[in-house]
Structure formats: C-alpha cells, structure tokens
C-alpha cells in the first residue's frame, strides 16, 4: 500500500513539476517542445527505475517469504514423523 502511494506521489510530482516548468519558461514554442519531450523522457526514466525497483524488492520479499515458509513446512513434517514413529514405537 505504501509503494502505491509512493509511486502516485511520484508521477503527480513529476506531472506538476513539468507543467509549472513548461508555464514558467521563456523560451519559444520549438525549444519548450523540446524540453517537454526531455522532462517526459526523465519522467519516463524515473518511473521505468521505481518500478523496477518495486519489482525487485517484492521479489525478493515474495522468496525469502517462500524460503522460511518451505524451511518451517520441513520441520513440521519432520516433527510429525518422529511423533508418528514415538507413538508407532509405544504400540
């Protein structure tokens, strides 16, 4: 939920950033085009960089989750068996 917002946070600035900077320069039409196309492909840039980023921690978080989750199923089945074979063993 937080990334969500981080990343929204992220494209509106961007979005407010360029605009204000496009409103505000006092170059001619050619030249603002041309910083326009730029700020977009920054913007662009950035957001590809913070996605990606996402992409890899929740990857990385989605794995170690797998690793503990596969590491406590095996102590579980190993506790299971020994109980089994106690109780096999009292009978």
């Known amino acids: 939920m937080k990334t969500n917002k981080a990343l929204l946070g992220i494209i509106v600035g961007v979005a407010v ?17 041309k910083k326009i196309a730029s700020k977009t492909q920054d913007a662009k840039d950035k957001l590809k960089e913070s996605f990606d980023d996402f992409v ?20 579980k089945k190993e506790d299971l068996k020994n109980a089994i074979n106690q109780e096999v063993k009292k009978a």
């Open 17 to 33: 950033g360029t605009a204000v900077g496009v409103l505000f320069a006092p170059d001619k039409g050619e030249k603002t085009r």
């Open 56 to 75: 890899e921690t929740a990857s990385q978080k989605y794995a170690s989750i797998k690793e503990e989750g596969e590491a406590i199923l095996k102590t």
